[in-house]
């Protein structure tokens, strides 16, 4: 079994910068989709950032033009690099990896920022 653990979430004042990181505990094969989502208090879980195998992005329209999501193959990590955030960014992140057979999930970490 596979442990995605997410680090990097924390307290911020809007305009601030923070980047997330996800460790796998051991190298994953044949990925299809590394990805970030978010779910705020109240709401439902939405994706936030996807990177595909072949190194495709797409990116949620209220996070477009601000967060980047891009990988370290040899650290067996996905980041999740977030500028300019604001208030309604405010949500617990998790990362998620997905490919043939397997689906897995870190515990989220918490990032708030603050107005």
């Known amino acids: 079994q596979v442990q995605l653990v997410e680090s990097g979430g924390g307290l911020v004042q809007a305009g601030g910068s923070l980047r997330l990181s996800c460790v796998a505990s051991?190298?994953?094969?044949?990925?299809?989709?590394r990805g970030w989502y978010r779910q705020a208090p109240g709401k439902q879980r939405e994706l936030v950032a996807v990177?595909?195998?072949?190194?495709?992005?797409d990116y949620a329209d209220s996070v477009k033009g601000r967060f980047t999501i891009s990988r370290d193959n040899a650290k067996n990590t996905v980041y999740l690099q977030m500028n300019s955030l604001k208030p309604e960014d405010t949500a617990v992140y998790y990362c998620n990896i997905h490919g043939s057979g397997y689906d897995y999930w870190g515990q989220g970490t918490q990032v708030t920022v603050s107005s």
């Open positions: 051991r190298r994953i094969f044949n990925i299809n989709v």
């Open positions: 990177l595909t195998s072949g190194g495709s992005t």
